[in-house]
């Protein structure tokens, strides 16, 4: 068990992160400035950080919460290293739904002179609903069909399979859809898949805050069977985890995560793949451990990922789900090289 | 170029005049909502092309601009040079927006409209869609009203109107047959008359090959794919082409056989050609095109050298 | 008559092929009857419709072609070389970094064909480099090389997008890219196209028999003296370069590449493996001329709405079948 020290540091660590982050962007900030933010009724440049980079921050850290969580349990139930928590289809089911969304609301109100053309576009405050049931209908697919009824319980490596096929289909019928829909008002579809926080406030917050709560009240209630899970599955049920009930939940609860935070900023790719492998070479040796520094590393990670988009190319904006791939896809290889011995051991074949 | 120094001098005298209409002023935008503007606005960001046009046409300077595909409105000349640059179009910089404090935000619907709540509660928003004649003509009077200048915007749409009809005067009847690509990569579009670029070429007894379409819900909808063949069949004897992207077009060897190629009439458009509602930009695009079509009876306008037509180039 | 079936299925292939020439040289702007085909597409009698047969629906007819039999056949490759039966060009992310390599390209360098192709090529193998090594490391023939080749996909797009986004270009610019089609390819792009395809078929065949050898297990491969790990890097490369080739002339087009071959397998009764390569890789590859030039003549028939470019077929209907062959294969006894 380590001492309290290093769990202390991971929170600590992701609030500091998180007010550095609150110096990046577009517009500067100052001590004061950033400070006086944090108070009440802020002014000036103050408020500006108060109301535009704040929220984006706290949306960051909790969507990065959610993609390191499911990550870490998912790379566990899977015993995959390269499992990723946007392979049950998530990524696609979600930006399916909000593209079909799009065409819908373009075909039930067609942009007519005579009639209020402010109803056939989406308010950026519809996109979590329809991307949440998306994600979710996507998942209930890809779990239904990596279903197996001899043993009554989800086969990892099915699930691996239908997950990659699934998303590769959605992926193609998206674009395509983007493509023939693009005559109509689809840039804010374009800018939601690619993963981005911008313009996200408070108010797109909370309805991520249960789906936060239950899946790491889940994940807690499942913890004893998740560290028999990393074993092989005879051992775990030697080790008396019921794995019909244990294997499902834990993978319903990571996708739930998942579902739930490409809800609010869309796919923001790597972060659930990479965030446990950093936790596990940072000492996150046991499973509560790394659970816990993933959580933390994920949330990390996509705010200072949004911080770096939105300096890079200020004015413009790198949307935050481009940083996550680019940096997170190098870091990832460079890890997964530095250790290979290692995982090839816990993995095996 | 008389007309160009005709409409102009509309401009300066409305510059000079003392600030018109009262406020506060209802106006009609493309929400087809009612949006109260309760004083005069001072500081105010043009989200749109439209926007940037209008402003610069009543001798006012925006604080703040956006680009689009990353381009800034060269044709509007150096009076931009000091606005804040917002990013692009479909997704303003909210944190310079609201640095910068406008009163007034001009934009467009088609593109800001999912955070038209962001956006109005930095500074009051109006959102003025691009389309045909008519809707620039009102979107001039809507916009000309909210920033208190009614009278001169009624004095554009009436010597816009004017010049169109002395143009049409002098223009032949049978003008040549022409085709206007927005051009994307391997894709072309062709635009059709309902759309003001092509409606204002059109009216100076220009043939639009690409027509009408009856069939859409809005202009901005009426534009045809053309696959090299089709470009091809219609072989218009004037090409204007609008490179989405910038620079050359990718060679094929279907325009070597077009006679707008062959015969020197083929022509790379500038910037204004794709976003024409504001007053300078439809002014610039009738004065030029009426010189490309017919070069004889028309003199090149003076406008920003930048923004000018060129000849079609390839890449080869 | 043991070699009949693939015979049977080799004829069939060779007559769809050529009566979707025929429909693809019919059909266009400029009207060219039957009658008159022949005498057009022989001499040069100066007209546009002539013209527009030979030099545009022709070379758009033997891109889609070349790009299909390409795309098939590495397909194919990858299937072999990794025993992974969702080998896929663009599951293994060489169409990914192809189509970042094009993007590069165009948006930096060069919009000449040539530029675009070395550069799509370049992508393409550093995309394949990238995703061997990823899975290798945790062992190639799991489910690990999907893995690795989805994440290397997800890099690259992630890339191009911010290629897109850094010249403040809107992003809609990267849907145009990722989809793919042959609206606009003529001769230049044959010319590049279609003596790498050809060399690259050419090649495979020559490889014939070793490419039997290794879709067998390692130990009979050795067993035969086979030196395992050089041929596998050899069929990998070329598989690397049929697939990037075809990616940077025509864009990433989706699933052929995993399509053609396993329709082969179940089109014929040997079960994989059984059919012998000579014959499995020409119907392989005829398979994938079949699936593009059908799916880009779907295209020019149906329009899928105003914007829509020619991959989007490919990607509607290469979906489908992606689904109906990869639920067989898992529901199968080979997993």
């Known amino acids: ?349 | 170029m008389r007309h160009l120094a005709l409409t102009l001098l509309a401009v300066c005298s409305a510059a000079e005049a003392p600030a018109n209409g009262s406020f506060p002023v209802s106006i009609d935008d493309a929400r087809a909502a009612d949006v109260i503007i309760e004083t005069k606005p001072e500081r105010i960001v043009a989200l749109s092309n439209f926007g940037a046009d209008m402003m610069v046409a009543l001798g006012l300077t925006p604080i703040g601009i956006t680009t689009y595909e990353g381009k800034r409105p060269v044709y509007l000349g150096p009076s931009l040079d000091g606005a804040a640059d917002l990013g692009d179009l479909t997704a303003p910089n909210l944190e310079i927006l609201a640095s910068l404090a406008p009163d007034l935000t001009i934009g467009m619907l088609h593109y800001n409209g999912p955070f038209e709540k962001e956006i109005s509660e930095i500074g009051g928003f109006l959102a003025f869609d691009a389309g045909d004649l008519a809707t620039s003509d009102e979107n001039v009077t809507q916009l000309g009203r909210a920033l208190g200048a009614s009278e001169v915007a009624a004095e554009m749409n009436a010597a816009f109107a004017e010049l169109r009809r002395s143009i049409r005067e002098r223009a032949p009847q049978d003008g040549p047959e022409y085709l206007f690509l927005w051009h994307y990569y391997d894709t072309f579009y062709a635009y059709q008359d309902n759309l003001l670029t092509t409606e204002l070429i059109s009216s100076m007894g220009a043939e639009n090959l690409a027509g009408y379409n009856d069939s859409v819900e809005t202009a901005e909808q009426a534009f045809m794919p053309l696959d090299p063949e089709e470009l091809l069949k219609f072989d218009p004897e004037v090409l204007f082409v609008f490179t989405s992207h910038g620079g050359p077009v990718k060679a094929n060897p279907v325009f070597d056989r077009m006679a707008a190629v062959q015969n020197g009439k083929a022509f790379s458009m500038g910037y204004q050609y794709s976003q024409p509602s504001g007053p300078i930009a439809r002014e610039m695009i009738l004065l030029e095109a009426a010189h490309l079509l017919y070069p004889d009876l028309f003199d090149a306008p003076e406008m920003p050298d930048g923004a000018r037509a060129r000849p079609l180039v390839f890449a080869e | ?335």
């Open chain 3, 1 to 335: 008559m043991s070699r009949s079936p693939s015979a049977v299925l080799g004829l069939g292939l060779v007559l769809a092929l050529l009566l979707l020439s025929a429909v693809h040289l019919r059909v266009g702007a400029f009207d060219t009857p039957w009658s008159a085909l022949p005498a057009l597409l022989w001499q040069d009698d100066g007209s546009a419709a002539g013209f527009a047969l030979r030099d545009i629906r022709l070379p758009r007819l033997i891109c889609a072609m070349l790009v299909g039999a390409a795309l098939a056949v590495s397909g194919l490759l990858i299937q072999i070389v990794t025993r992974n039966p969702l080998g896929d060009p663009g599951l293994t992310g060489v169409s990914g970094g192809a189509a970042f390599g094009v993007a590069l390209a165009i948006t930096l360098l060069s919009p000449a064909v040539w530029v675009v192709l070395g550069s799509g090529v370049a992508g393409g193998a550093l995309a394949a480099v990238l995703t061997f090594a990823l899975s290798h490391h945790a062992g190639m023939r799991s489910l690990h090389l999907l893995l690795a080749g989805i994440a290397v996909s997800a890099f690259f797009i992630a890339a191009t997008g911010a290629v897109i986004i850094a010249q403040r270009s809107s992003m809609q610019t990267l849907y145009f890219w990722m989809i793919g089609g042959f609206a606009g390819k003529g001769w230049p792009e044959v010319a590049l196209i279609g003596p790498l395809t050809a060399s690259g078929l050419a090649a495979s065949l020559a490889l014939g028999p070793i490419l039997a050898v290794l879709a067998l297990d390692d130990t009979v491969a050795r067993g035969v003296g086979l030196a395992t790990g050089r041929w596998r890097l050899v069929s990998a490369a070329l598989s690397v370069l049929l697939a990037a080739g075809a990616v940077a002339i025509a864009g990433p087009i989706a699933f052929i590449g995993f399509i053609a071959p396993h329709l082969v397998r179940h089109s014929t009764p040997d079960r994989a493996g059984q059919l012998a390569m000579r014959a499995f890789l020409p119907l392989t590859a005829l398979t994938g001329a079949v699936l593009t030039s059908g799916a880009d003549l779907a295209t020019r028939l149906i329009p899928f709405g105003k914007n829509a470019p020619a991959g989007i077929w490919v990607s509607v209907f290469g979906g489908i079948l992606f689904l109906l062959l990869a639920q067989r294969m898992l529901r199968g006894p080979a997993r």
């Open chain 1, 1 to 349: 068990m380590k001492p309290a020290i290093w769990w202390l540091t991971w929170p600590a660590g992701l609030v500091l992160l998180g007010f550095a982050a609150l110096f990046l962007g577009a517009t500067g900030a100052t001590w004061p400035d950033v400070w006086t933010s944090l108070g009440a009724d802020p002014e000036g440049q103050a408020a500006i950080i108060a109301r535009y980079r704040l929220p984006r921050v706290a949306a960051g850290a909790l969507v990065g919460l959610h993609f390191g969580l499911a990550g870490a349990i998912l790379q566990v139930v899977l015993r995959n290293p390269l499992a990723d928590p946007t392979i049950f289809g998530v990524s696609g089911g979600a930006s399916m739904a909000v593209v079909l969304a799009m065409s819908a609301a373009i075909a039930v109100a067609p942009p007519s002179e005579s009639i209020n053309v402010a109803t056939n576009y989406l308010p950026l405050a519809w996109l979590p609903p329809i991307a949440l049931s998306g994600a979710l209908i996507a998942t209930a697919v890809v779990i239904a069909l990596a279903w197996d009824h001899r043993l009554g319980t989800i086969s990892p490596t099915r699930m691996v399979l239908m997950g990659v096929v699934l998303g590769a289909i959605l992926n193609a019928a998206v674009m395509a859809l983007v493509l023939s829909l693009s005559e109509s008002r689809t840039e804010l579809a374009i800018l939601w898949l690619s993963g981005s926080l911008y313009a996200r406030g408070f108010e797109n917050l909370w309805p991520a805050l249960p789906w936060t709560v239950a899946g790491v009240a889940l994940t807690l209630a499942l913890m004893p069977s998740l560290s028999a899970l990393r074993f092989d599955s005879q051992t775990a049920q030697s080790l008396g985890v019921r794995l019909k009930l244990a294997v499902p939940l834990s993978i319903a609860g990571a996708a739930a995560l998942a579902a739930s935070a490409v809800a609010v900023a869309g796919p923001v790719g790597f972060v659930g793949l990479l965030a446990p492998h950093m936790a596990g070479w940072l000492g996150g040796v046991r499973l509560g451990e790394r659970l816990w520094a993933s959580a933390a590393i994920g949330a990390g990670l996509v705010v200072a990922a949004d911080a770096l988009g939105r300096i890079v190319i200020a004015p413009a904006e790198m949307p935050v789900g481009i940083v996550t791939s680019l940096i997170g896809a190098p870091v990832f290889a460079a890890l997964l090289t530095r250790k290979y011995r290692r995982l090839h051991a816990t993995v095996g074949e």
